[in-house]
């Protein structure tokens, strides 16, 4: 297995801290082998069907603790961290789309063991997808978070802003406290605002982005590769998606979850005109004041969608 030990950072120094708040008292964490990849993971106790949950980029799976104490009521949660993300693994220049989502096909394979509802923000919605299209006998049902489906339709100058500053940041290491101030001096256009008259806002700035929120943020970037983001910033990461060939492979019930495009939603109309129109068994939610964020942020409106679906099922 190449790459690095996934607490370390070797383009920076990065320095290890231990949070009790990262882990819930209904989980273990895990490590598998995914063969290239160490993968870390959570898991519930067997309440219900396999739950898997795949967080996006630069994240990891502790961004759905708001929602696991919920669903693992009724769920057998699976909350992977990707390769390079968390305290998984690394792979220099490792991180195309089909070698992240073949590692979730070992996990599902040899470790959840049976079909599971697959739920991705972002990132983790595409891999979802590509899940579902490329061995559907391993997927019960979907649900997407806001992710993109048409990759050429990304005209978002505020994502190249952020994942760049992302980036910058993990190469650069440091501790949480000082990597969160870093988040919060980040300079986004503000949306609809480019070229002469463009706008800056700094993320600290946003509704939503306080301390705490920035302080979470921070630890997940603490412990991502920078090469995840730069992988995405030259777009070597998905580079051969094709939405509509994955969509037209999708046979399994998806429900889609449409974040506000004006708050920095990514699931475009488009996007969504094109799943209700090849997806044989869809849903769709479109909230109408959330950010991409969805749950990280305001998780109640986001829990009672998933719930819903989950429960027509």
């Known amino acids: 297995m190449t790459g690095a030990?996934?607490?370390n950072n070797a383009r920076g120094n990065v320095v290890r801290e231990n949070f009790a708040d990262e882990i819930h008292p209904r989980l273990t964490e895990h490590t598998f082998d995914a063969g290239q990849v160490q993968l870390n993971y959570a898991e519930g106790p067997a309440s219900g069907p396999p739950l898997v949950l795949l967080h996006g980029l630069g994240r990891r799976w502790q961004v759905f603790l708001p929602l696991i104490p919920a669903l693992s009521q009724r769920w057998h949660i699976f909350a992977p961290n990707l390769r390079g993300h968390g305290k998984s693994s690394r792979v220099a220049r490792g991180y195309h789309g089909p070698q992240?989502?073949?590692?979730?096909?070992?996990?599902l394979r040899e470790r959840v063991g049976a079909p599971a509802v697959i739920f991705g923000h972002s990132l983790g919605g595409m891999l979802a997808m590509w899940l579902a299209s490329h061995h559907p006998e391993l997927v019960r049902a979907l649900i997407l978070g806001d992710n993109r489906i048409i990759v050429g339709n990304m005209h978002?100058?505020?994502?190249?802003?952020?994942?760049?500053?992302?980036?910058?940041?993990?190469?650069?290491?440091?501790?949480?406290?000082?990597?969160?101030?870093?988040?919060?001096?980040?300079?986004?256009?503000?949306?609809?605002?480019?070229?002469?008259?463009?706008?800056?806002?700094?993320?600290?700035?946003?509704?939503?982005?306080?301390?705490?929120?920035?302080?979470?943020?921070?630890?997940c970037v603490q412990q991502a590769d920078p090469d995840t983001y730069d992988m995405v910033l030259d777009g070597s990461s998905l580079e051969g998606w094709d939405g509509e060939t994955v969509l037209r492979g999708?046979?399994?019930p998806t429900l889609l979850l449409q974040a506000t495009r004006e708050l920095g939603g990514?699931?475009?109309?488009?996007?969504?005109?094109?799943?209700?129109?090849?997806?044989?068994?869809?849903a769709h939610v479109q909230f109408e004041n959330l950010g991409h964020a969805l749950f990280i942020q305001q998780p109640e409106p986001v829990l009672q969608a998933v719930t819903s679906f989950l429960e027509s099922l």
Request: proline share 6%.
């Open 100 to 107: 992240y989502s073949e590692d979730i096909v070992h996990l």
């Open 250 to 252: 999708i046979a399994c």
């Open 5 to 7: 030990d996934p607490g």
């Open 266 to 282: 990514l699931m475009s109309d488009a996007d969504v005109a094109l799943a209700k129109r090849l997806l044989p068994h869809h």
């Open 156 to 219: 978002h100058p505020m994502y190249k802003a952020l994942f760049s500053g992302l980036r910058d940041l993990a190469r650069k290491g440091g501790t949480v406290d000082e990597i969160a101030e870093g988040i919060g001096k980040i300079e986004l256009p503000l949306p609809g605002s480019e070229g002469e008259n463009a706008e800056n806002v700094t993320i600290n700035q946003l509704p939503g982005n306080d301390k705490a929120y920035l302080t979470r943020w921070a630890r």
